[in-house]
């Protein structure tokens, strides 16, 4: 049973950053396509980045591109997103998701295409 737990959400000052922790269990990280989605209050969900298993290519939105990285430790089955010089627009709720990864098909990005969610950790970005 694949199972995600988000946690490392806070309140953070413009500028500020602060890393998110995805805890991971029933699956292996190798096999597996992880994205981080932000839900905006009233918005939709979006992807903003994505480890797209072995050999781990990651990808970002152009939003996030240069301020937030992705990361995994595979023997802590953990994936991270550092995130720095957040900005009042960055504010929302943090997922992340996990889709078994395919090896022919491009990187899946929208969030309809992953099946299995964490409950979320906010993110508030204000002064």
């Known amino acids: 049973q694949v199972q995600l737990v988000e946690s490392g959400g806070a309140l953070v000052q413009p500028g500020g950053s602060l890393t998110l922790s995805c805890a991971t269990s029933g699956l292996t990280l190798n096999y597996y396509t992880m994205g981080w989605f932000h839900q905006a209050p009233g918005k939709e969900r979006e992807g903003v980045s994505y480890?797209?298993?072995?050999?781990?290519?990651?990808y970002y939105t152009d939003s996030v591109k240069g301020r937030f990285t992705i990361s995994t430790d595979n023997a802590k089955r953990t994936v991270f997103l550092q995130m720095n010089s957040l900005k009042p627009e960055d504010t929302g709720i943090y997922y992340c998701?996990?889709?078994?990864?395919?090896?022919?098909?491009?990187?899946?990005?929208?969030?309809?295409?992953?099946?299995?969610w964490g409950q979320g950790t906010q993110v508030t970005v204000s002064s």
């Open positions: 480890f797209d298993g072995y050999p781990g290519n990651t």
């Open positions: 998701a996990a889709t078994p990864r395919s090896l022919t098909a491009p990187i899946k990005r929208l969030a309809k295409d992953y099946g299995y």
